[in-house]
């Protein structure tokens, strides 16, 4: 299994940038997948969630309607779309992927598989 961010980078606040995740090793489309980020000295919070169908999607209200998940499974990728950014979403973004789908959790440690990161940095 690999899932592979990529798309960070240094923004100015009210930017825009567009994270993606390649997926392969496992059957992609029946997996729910979802965005998570983690801040230095913060714990990982869900950002974002998408079910296998790629209609029924989650979000954490502070990136609610900035934020859009989409994914095309007959490439097996899985994308972050980050409008007018903040400061505040400056983080580590991990994609990471649930084999079964069963709903979207929030909570990290209902998923098994997690890629290695991309850095976004907001500056004011």
């Known amino acids: 299994v690999q899932l592979q961010a990529s798309g960070g980078g240094l923004v100015q606040a009210g930017g825009s940038l567009r994270l993606s995740c390649a997926a392969s090793?496992?059957?992609?489309?029946?997996?729910?997948m979802a965005w998570f980020r983690q801040a230095p000295g913060k714990e990982r919070e869900f950002v974002a969630g998408?079910?296998?169908?790629?209609?029924?999607?989650a979000y954490d209200d502070s990136v609610k309607g900035r934020f859009t998940i989409s994914r095309d499974n007959a490439k097996n990728t899985v994308d972050l779309q980050m409008n007018s950014l903040k400061p505040e979403d400056t983080a580590v973004y991990y994609c990471?992927?649930?084999?079964?789908?069963?709903?979207?959790?929030?909570?990290?440690?209902?998923?098994?598989?997690w890629g290695q990161g991309t850095q976004v940095t907001v500056s004011s």
């Open positions: 090793g496992f059957t992609f489309s029946m997996s729910v």
């Open positions: 998408i079910r296998r169908d790629g209609r029924s999607t």
């Open positions: 990471a992927r649930r084999p079964t789908d069963r709903g979207i959790y929030r909570e990290d440690v209902n998923y098994g598989y």
